[in-house]
C-alpha cells in the first residue's frame, strides 16, 4: 500500500492487487474522516479495512470504475464490512457472472447485487469534495471514470492509462466507444492528475497522444 497524496484536506493511498496489479484506491477527507473506495481487487479487504478501523473513517462506499473480475475480486469483503457498492447499470450483470472459472483461477467468486446503480452525471459528495460520474464505455458497456474538479483528481478505471488506452477486444468492448470516451477526456484540463486501474499514474497533458485520438480506430 502506497501514500499517494497527502494533505491536511484529503489523501489518496493505492494499493495493488494480484494476479493482474490492479489498484484499488481509498480517497480519505481528512477533516471529516469521510472516505471512499476506488475498486476492490484482491487484497484489497485485508490491506484497507484495518486501515478504515484505525483512522476510524466512515467509508461511504465502494464504487467499482467497471465489472472486469480483477476489480472486484474483493467486492464482498467491504459489503461485508457494511460498505455500500456502487457501480454502473450497465455493467452490474458482470457482478453475477463467475467470470474467474472461465479465466482459470482458482478464487472464490461471490455474486453481489450493488447497493446504488451510479451514472452519467451523477455527483458524489464526499465530505468537502465532490465526485462527478462521466460514463466512459469502450473497455466495458459501465466503464466510468470519477472527476474531483476542485482538486483536478480522475479515476479513469481502465479507460486511460498512462500511454496507452484500456483493451476493446473483450466481451462487451467497442472501439469507437473507447474513441468518443477518449476524446472526452482529452478536452479535460491538462494538469488533470489521472490514477488508473493499472500502471502509473499521470496528467492529461502528459498524454499527447489522445489529440490524435480521431486516427486510432
Not at 484495518?50 to 473513517?57: D, G, Q, S, T, Y
Not at 494538469?191 to 486501474?197: A, T
Amino acid at each position: 500500500m502506497e501514500v499517494l497524496l497527502e494533505t491536511p484536506e484529503y489523501a489518496l493511498y493505492r494499493y495493488t492487487g494480484p494476479p493482474v496489479e490492479t489498484h484499488a484506491y481509498l480517497f480519505i477527507d481528512q477533516k471529516n474522516r469521510h472516505a471512499m473506495l476506488v475498486d476492490a481487487s484482491l487484497g484489497a479487504g485485508q490491506t484497507y479495512l484495518p486501515l478504515i478501523k484505525e483512522k476510524a473513517l466512515a467509508v461511504d462506499c465502494l464504487i467499482d470504475t467497471h465489472g472486469h473480475w480483477d476489480h472486484i475480486l474483493d467486492n464482498s469483503a467491504f459489503t461485508e464490512s457494511g460498505i455500500p457498492l456502487w457501480i454502473h447499470p450497465e455493467d452490474e450483470f458482470l457482478l453475477g457472472k463467475e467470470q474467474t472459472r472461465f479465466m482459470n483461477l482458482d478464487i472464490p467468486w461471490k455474486v453481489l447485487t450493488p447497493a446504488v446503480r451510479i451514472r452519467e452525471g451523477d455527483q458524489i459528495p464526499l465530505g468537502h469534495f465532490s465526485f462527478f460520474v462521466l460514463h466512459t464505455p469502450g473497455h466495458s458497456p459501465g466503464s466510468l471514470c470519477l472527476y474531483e474538479k476542485s482538486l483536478k483528481l480522475l479515476f479513469s478505471g481502465d479507460t486511460l492509462f498512462a500511454g496507452t488506452y484500456g483493451r476493446t477486444d473483450l466481451p462487451g468492448g467497442n472501439p469507437k466507444a473507447m474513441q468518443q470516451s477518449l476524446k472526452r477526456l482529452a478536452q479535460l484540463p491538462a494538469d488533470v492528475q489521472v490514477f488508473p486501474g493499472h500502471g502509473e499514474a499521470t496528467r492529461v497533458g502528459q498524454e499527447s497522444w489522445l489529440k490524435a485520438v480521431d486516427r486510432m480506430f
